[in-house]
Protein backbone atom coordinates (compact mmCIF):
# COMPACT_ATOMS: atom_id res chain seq x y z
CA UNK A 1 0.00 0.00 0.00
CA UNK A 2 1.41 3.33 -0.83
CA UNK A 3 1.42 6.24 1.74
CA UNK A 4 -1.95 7.71 0.09
CA UNK A 5 -4.01 4.71 0.20
CA UNK A 6 -2.95 4.45 3.99
CA UNK A 7 -4.14 7.51 4.88
CA UNK A 8 -6.97 7.13 2.86
CA UNK A 9 -7.96 4.03 4.33
CA UNK A 10 -7.31 5.49 7.77
CA UNK A 11 -9.80 8.69 7.72
CA UNK A 12 -12.20 6.71 5.68
CA UNK A 13 -11.93 3.83 8.41
CA UNK A 14 -12.86 6.72 11.24
CA UNK A 15 -15.42 8.96 8.90
CA UNK A 16 -17.42 5.61 8.65
CA UNK A 17 -17.35 4.68 11.92
CA UNK A 18 -18.16 8.02 13.70
CA UNK A 19 -21.00 7.90 10.61
CA UNK A 20 -22.32 4.19 11.95
CA UNK A 21 -21.92 5.95 15.83
CA UNK A 22 -24.29 8.59 14.02
CA UNK A 23 -26.98 6.15 12.11
CA UNK A 24 -27.12 3.71 15.53
CA UNK A 25 -27.39 6.83 17.92
CA UNK A 26 -30.63 7.47 17.77
CA UNK A 27 -31.86 3.56 18.98
CA UNK A 28 -30.30 4.38 22.22
CA UNK A 29 -27.80 1.93 22.09
CA UNK A 30 -24.74 4.02 22.72
CA UNK A 31 -25.15 5.29 26.23
CA UNK A 32 -22.98 8.37 26.00
CA UNK A 33 -22.77 11.87 24.37
CA UNK A 34 -20.73 11.97 21.46
CA UNK A 35 -18.42 14.33 19.78
CA UNK A 36 -17.79 13.74 16.25
CA UNK A 37 -14.79 14.45 14.56
CA UNK A 38 -15.83 14.55 10.71
CA UNK A 39 -14.12 17.05 9.02
CA UNK A 40 -11.38 16.77 11.89
CA UNK A 41 -10.24 13.69 10.95
CA UNK A 42 -7.35 14.27 8.54
CA UNK A 43 -5.44 16.15 12.23
CA UNK A 44 -4.96 12.82 13.94
CA UNK A 45 -4.13 10.71 10.99
CA UNK A 46 -1.60 13.13 10.09
CA UNK A 47 0.34 14.13 13.28
CA UNK A 48 0.04 9.94 14.19
CA UNK A 49 1.56 8.59 11.12
CA UNK A 50 4.51 10.86 12.07
CA UNK A 51 4.80 9.34 15.69
CA UNK A 52 5.47 5.88 16.73
CA UNK A 53 4.18 3.35 18.53
CA UNK A 54 5.69 3.76 22.01
CA UNK A 55 4.86 7.80 21.74
CA UNK A 56 1.87 9.00 23.27
CA UNK A 57 -1.20 10.73 22.51
CA UNK A 58 -3.79 12.51 24.99
CA UNK A 59 -7.37 13.09 23.59
CA UNK A 60 -10.09 15.19 24.49
CA UNK A 61 -13.79 14.32 24.76
CA UNK A 62 -13.89 14.42 21.07
CA UNK A 63 -11.16 11.57 20.81
CA UNK A 64 -12.62 9.01 18.67
CA UNK A 65 -10.39 10.40 15.76
CA UNK A 66 -7.10 10.64 17.74
CA UNK A 67 -7.92 7.09 19.54
CA UNK A 68 -8.51 4.82 15.89
CA UNK A 69 -5.26 6.76 14.55
CA UNK A 70 -2.93 5.72 17.25
CA UNK A 71 -3.66 2.17 17.33
CA UNK A 72 -6.67 2.18 19.92
CA UNK A 73 -8.79 -1.08 19.25
CA UNK A 74 -11.82 -0.44 17.70
CA UNK A 75 -13.98 -3.28 18.91
CA UNK A 76 -13.46 -1.88 22.74
CA UNK A 77 -13.99 1.74 21.41
CA UNK A 78 -17.63 0.46 20.20
CA UNK A 79 -18.16 -1.74 22.98
CA UNK A 80 -17.83 1.39 25.40
CA UNK A 81 -19.60 3.38 23.79
CA UNK A 82 -22.56 0.51 24.11
CA UNK A 83 -21.54 0.77 28.19
CA UNK A 84 -20.72 -2.63 27.36
CA UNK A 85 -18.10 -4.88 29.66
CA UNK A 86 -15.88 -5.45 26.69
CA UNK A 87 -14.80 -1.99 26.39
CA UNK A 88 -11.83 -0.13 27.15
CA UNK A 89 -13.19 1.24 30.34
CA UNK A 90 -15.08 -1.88 30.69
CA UNK A 91 -18.34 0.46 30.01
CA UNK A 92 -18.00 2.96 32.45
CA UNK A 93 -16.14 5.57 30.54
CA UNK A 94 -18.25 5.84 27.29
CA UNK A 95 -16.74 7.73 24.41
CA UNK A 96 -15.80 10.95 26.31
CA UNK A 97 -12.92 8.43 28.50
CA UNK A 98 -11.73 6.71 25.58
CA UNK A 99 -7.70 4.70 26.38
CA UNK A 100 -5.44 1.84 25.29
CA UNK A 101 -2.45 2.16 27.09
CA UNK A 102 -1.30 -0.44 25.04
CA UNK A 103 -1.25 1.29 21.80
CA UNK A 104 -0.27 4.85 23.48
CA UNK A 105 -3.74 6.80 23.75
CA UNK A 106 -3.81 7.87 27.75
CA UNK A 107 -7.18 8.32 29.27
CA UNK A 108 -9.39 11.38 27.86
CA UNK A 109 -11.52 14.16 30.13
CA UNK A 110 -14.72 15.67 29.16
CA UNK A 111 -13.50 18.77 31.31
CA UNK A 112 -11.72 21.05 28.88
CA UNK A 113 -8.33 21.43 28.80
CA UNK A 114 -7.58 18.98 31.49
CA UNK A 115 -5.26 16.90 29.47
CA UNK A 116 -3.03 19.48 28.70
CA UNK A 117 -1.08 19.34 31.98
CA UNK A 118 -1.14 15.73 32.09
CA UNK A 119 0.48 15.14 28.77
CA UNK A 120 2.76 17.49 30.39
CA UNK A 121 3.52 15.53 33.22
CA UNK A 122 4.16 12.55 31.64
CA UNK A 123 6.53 13.87 29.10
CA UNK A 124 8.53 15.39 33.09
CA UNK A 125 8.10 11.73 33.85
CA UNK A 126 10.09 10.61 30.38
CA UNK A 127 12.42 13.27 30.98
CA UNK A 128 13.44 11.96 34.62
CA UNK A 129 13.12 7.81 33.24
CA UNK A 130 15.21 9.38 30.02
CA UNK A 131 13.49 7.64 27.57
CA UNK A 132 12.57 9.14 24.21
CA UNK A 133 9.14 9.17 24.14
CA UNK A 134 7.19 12.00 22.73
CA UNK A 135 4.13 13.00 24.02
CA UNK A 136 1.45 14.64 21.48
CA UNK A 137 -0.92 16.68 23.57
CA UNK A 138 -4.40 17.47 21.28
CA UNK A 139 -6.95 19.99 22.17
CA UNK A 140 -8.98 22.50 20.74
CA UNK A 141 -9.29 26.19 20.35
CA UNK A 142 -11.29 26.78 23.12
CA UNK A 143 -8.74 25.27 25.73
CA UNK A 144 -6.21 27.66 24.94
CA UNK A 145 -8.70 29.82 26.75
CA UNK A 146 -7.68 27.83 29.68
CA UNK A 147 -5.07 29.13 32.50
CA UNK A 148 -4.35 24.83 32.13
CA UNK A 149 -2.85 25.89 29.33
CA UNK A 150 -0.90 28.68 29.80
CA UNK A 151 0.77 26.94 32.87
CA UNK A 152 1.27 23.66 30.77
CA UNK A 153 3.26 25.79 27.43
CA UNK A 154 5.17 27.91 30.35
CA UNK A 155 6.61 24.72 32.32
CA UNK A 156 7.20 22.45 29.16
CA UNK A 157 9.10 25.45 27.81
CA UNK A 158 11.00 26.10 30.27
CA UNK A 159 12.23 22.53 31.20
CA UNK A 160 12.44 21.94 26.92
CA UNK A 161 9.81 18.81 28.01
CA UNK A 162 9.09 16.29 24.50
CA UNK A 163 5.53 17.62 24.18
CA UNK A 164 4.13 17.87 20.70
CA UNK A 165 0.81 20.44 21.57
CA UNK A 166 -1.44 20.19 18.80
CA UNK A 167 -4.38 22.51 18.60
CA UNK A 168 -7.33 21.12 16.00
CA UNK A 169 -9.02 25.16 15.28
CA UNK A 170 -12.19 23.99 14.41
CA UNK A 171 -13.12 28.13 15.06
CA UNK A 172 -15.66 27.26 17.98
CA UNK A 173 -16.23 26.48 21.53
CA UNK A 174 -19.48 25.14 21.34
CA UNK A 175 -21.38 27.51 19.39
CA UNK A 176 -19.01 30.46 20.39
CA UNK A 177 -16.70 31.65 17.02
CA UNK A 178 -12.82 32.54 18.04
CA UNK A 179 -13.08 35.98 17.27
CA UNK A 180 -16.08 36.45 20.23
CA UNK A 181 -13.81 34.80 22.98
CA UNK A 182 -10.44 36.14 22.14
CA UNK A 183 -8.97 39.43 20.76
CA UNK A 184 -6.08 38.15 18.54
CA UNK A 185 -6.85 34.86 16.38
CA UNK A 186 -3.13 33.57 15.96
CA UNK A 187 -2.57 31.05 18.22
CA UNK A 188 0.57 30.34 17.43
CA UNK A 189 1.57 33.71 18.73
CA UNK A 190 0.71 32.63 21.92
CA UNK A 191 2.79 29.62 21.65
CA UNK A 192 5.44 31.63 20.47
CA UNK A 193 5.16 34.06 23.67
CA UNK A 194 6.65 31.41 25.74
CA UNK A 195 9.35 30.54 23.18
CA UNK A 196 8.08 27.62 21.82
CA UNK A 197 8.74 27.40 17.94
CA UNK A 198 4.56 27.46 16.11
CA UNK A 199 3.10 26.98 13.25
CA UNK A 200 -0.26 27.08 11.44
CA UNK A 201 -1.31 24.13 9.31
CA UNK A 202 -3.84 23.20 7.06
CA UNK A 203 -5.62 20.56 9.15
CA UNK A 204 -7.15 18.86 5.47
CA UNK A 205 -4.24 18.08 4.15
CA UNK A 206 -2.98 14.80 5.91
CA UNK A 207 0.36 14.58 3.51
CA UNK A 208 1.35 17.86 3.91
CA UNK A 209 0.56 17.62 7.83
CA UNK A 210 2.17 14.11 8.31
CA UNK A 211 5.70 15.96 6.69
CA UNK A 212 5.27 19.21 9.00
CA UNK A 213 4.52 16.75 12.29
CA UNK A 214 7.52 14.61 11.55
CA UNK A 215 10.11 17.52 11.05
CA UNK A 216 8.41 18.88 14.50
CA UNK A 217 8.67 15.15 16.23
CA UNK A 218 11.98 14.45 15.46
CA UNK A 219 13.06 18.10 17.19
CA UNK A 220 11.34 17.64 20.10
CA UNK A 221 12.44 13.78 20.19
CA UNK A 222 16.02 15.48 19.88
CA UNK A 223 15.64 17.49 22.90
CA UNK A 224 14.92 20.84 21.45
CA UNK A 225 11.50 21.46 23.65
CA UNK A 226 8.23 21.47 23.04
CA UNK A 227 6.27 22.63 19.23
CA UNK A 228 3.72 23.90 18.66
CA UNK A 229 1.05 22.67 15.48
CA UNK A 230 -2.17 25.10 15.23
CA UNK A 231 -4.28 22.49 12.61
CA UNK A 232 -7.07 24.61 10.58
CA UNK A 233 -9.75 22.06 10.46
CA UNK A 234 -13.72 22.21 10.51
CA UNK A 235 -16.48 20.47 12.50
CA UNK A 236 -19.13 19.18 10.14
CA UNK A 237 -21.46 18.07 12.66
CA UNK A 238 -23.15 19.59 15.82
CA UNK A 239 -21.02 20.26 19.22
CA UNK A 240 -22.29 17.09 20.36
CA UNK A 241 -24.87 14.94 19.02
CA UNK A 242 -25.06 12.67 15.80
CA UNK A 243 -26.84 15.62 13.49
CA UNK A 244 -25.68 18.77 11.30
CA UNK A 245 -26.68 21.75 12.65
CA UNK A 246 -26.87 24.68 10.31
CA UNK A 247 -30.47 25.58 11.33
CA UNK A 248 -28.93 26.35 14.95
CA UNK A 249 -28.37 29.93 13.83
CA UNK A 250 -24.46 30.39 15.04
CA UNK A 251 -23.04 29.50 11.88
CA UNK A 252 -24.42 29.02 7.88
CA UNK A 253 -24.28 26.34 5.58
CA UNK A 254 -22.09 28.78 3.40
CA UNK A 255 -19.68 29.23 5.81
CA UNK A 256 -19.39 25.21 5.58
CA UNK A 257 -19.27 24.42 1.82
CA UNK A 258 -15.38 25.71 1.44
CA UNK A 259 -14.72 23.56 3.86
CA UNK A 260 -16.96 20.50 2.13
CA UNK A 261 -15.01 21.08 -0.64
CA UNK A 262 -11.75 20.77 0.78
CA UNK A 263 -12.93 17.33 2.86
CA UNK A 264 -9.64 15.57 4.12
CA UNK A 265 -10.98 12.20 2.72
CA UNK A 266 -11.89 13.80 -0.17
CA UNK A 267 -9.07 15.59 -1.13
CA UNK A 268 -7.34 11.75 -0.57
CA UNK A 269 -9.88 9.63 -2.67
CA UNK A 270 -9.44 11.96 -5.49
CA UNK A 271 -5.78 10.79 -5.84
CA UNK A 272 -6.93 7.16 -5.83
CA UNK A 273 -7.63 4.96 -8.68
CA UNK A 274 -11.22 3.93 -8.21
CA UNK A 275 -10.68 0.45 -8.12
CA UNK A 276 -8.35 0.71 -5.18
CA UNK A 277 -10.67 2.98 -3.43
CA UNK A 278 -13.14 0.55 -3.57
CA UNK A 279 -11.52 -2.57 -2.33
CA UNK A 280 -10.91 -0.27 1.04
CA UNK A 281 -13.94 0.48 1.20
CA UNK A 282 -15.51 -2.77 1.78
CA UNK A 283 -12.33 -4.25 3.53
CA UNK A 284 -13.16 -1.10 6.19
CA UNK A 285 -16.84 -1.91 6.18
CA UNK A 286 -16.41 -5.54 7.16
CA UNK A 287 -14.07 -4.18 10.37
CA UNK A 288 -16.94 -2.24 11.29
CA UNK A 289 -19.59 -4.25 10.89
CA UNK A 290 -17.40 -6.94 13.40
CA UNK A 291 -16.76 -4.56 15.96
CA UNK A 292 -20.67 -3.46 15.75
CA UNK A 293 -21.58 -6.70 16.37
CA UNK A 294 -18.73 -7.37 18.79
CA UNK A 295 -20.46 -4.15 20.67
CA UNK A 296 -23.86 -5.82 20.28
CA UNK A 297 -23.10 -9.40 21.79
CA UNK A 298 -21.31 -8.10 24.34
CA UNK A 299 -22.96 -7.90 27.82
CA UNK A 300 -23.50 -5.13 29.86
CA UNK A 301 -21.03 -4.96 33.45
CA UNK A 302 -22.59 -7.32 36.38
CA UNK A 303 -24.15 -5.06 38.79
CA UNK A 304 -21.27 -6.32 41.33
CA UNK A 305 -18.83 -3.87 39.29
CA UNK A 306 -20.47 -1.29 39.75
CA UNK A 307 -17.68 0.23 42.33
CA UNK A 308 -14.92 -1.62 40.87
CA UNK A 309 -11.93 0.65 39.74
CA UNK A 310 -13.43 4.04 40.95
CA UNK A 311 -11.67 4.01 44.22
CA UNK A 312 -7.67 2.64 44.50
CA UNK A 313 -8.81 -0.96 46.20
CA UNK A 314 -6.02 -1.32 49.24
CA UNK A 315 -3.11 -4.16 47.91
C1 LIG B 1 -13.43 23.61 32.05
C2 LIG B 1 -14.62 23.42 31.16
N1 LIG B 1 -15.31 24.51 30.78
C3 LIG B 1 -16.39 24.37 29.96
C4 LIG B 1 -16.78 23.12 29.55
C5 LIG B 1 -17.96 22.98 28.61
N2 LIG B 1 -17.44 22.63 27.26
C6 LIG B 1 -17.44 21.38 26.82
S1 LIG B 1 -16.80 21.24 25.31
C7 LIG B 1 -16.50 22.89 25.20
C8 LIG B 1 -15.91 23.50 23.95
C9 LIG B 1 -14.44 23.49 23.88
O1 LIG B 1 -14.06 23.93 22.61
P1 LIG B 1 -12.71 23.52 21.96
O2 LIG B 1 -11.64 23.44 22.99
O3 LIG B 1 -12.48 24.44 20.82
O4 LIG B 1 -12.94 22.03 21.44
P2 LIG B 1 -13.98 21.49 20.35
O5 LIG B 1 -15.21 21.07 21.12
O6 LIG B 1 -14.23 22.56 19.38
O7 LIG B 1 -13.32 20.30 19.76
C10 LIG B 1 -16.91 23.54 26.35
C11 LIG B 1 -16.82 24.99 26.60
C12 LIG B 1 -16.05 22.00 30.00
N3 LIG B 1 -16.35 20.74 29.61
N4 LIG B 1 -14.96 22.18 30.77
MG1 LIG C 1 -13.07 24.27 18.87
Not at 35 to 48: M, P, R, W
Not at 240 to 266: K, M
Amino acid sequence: MNQTEVFYRQVLRIRRVEEEVARVYPTDKIKSPVHLSIGQEGVSVGICAALRKTDVVCPTYRGHALYLAKGGDLNAMIAELYGKVTGCTRGKGGSMHLIDVAAGVLGASAIVGTTIPLAVGYAYAQRVKKTDTVVASFFGDGAVDEGAFHESMNFAALHKLPVLFVCENNFYSIHSPQLARQPHANLCDRASSYGVKSEQLDGCDVPELYARAQAAVESVRAGDGPRFLECMTYRFREHVGPNEDFHAGYRSREEAEPWFARDPLRLLGQRLDPIVRTRIEAEVELEIADAFAFAESSPFPPSEELLADVYLEAQ
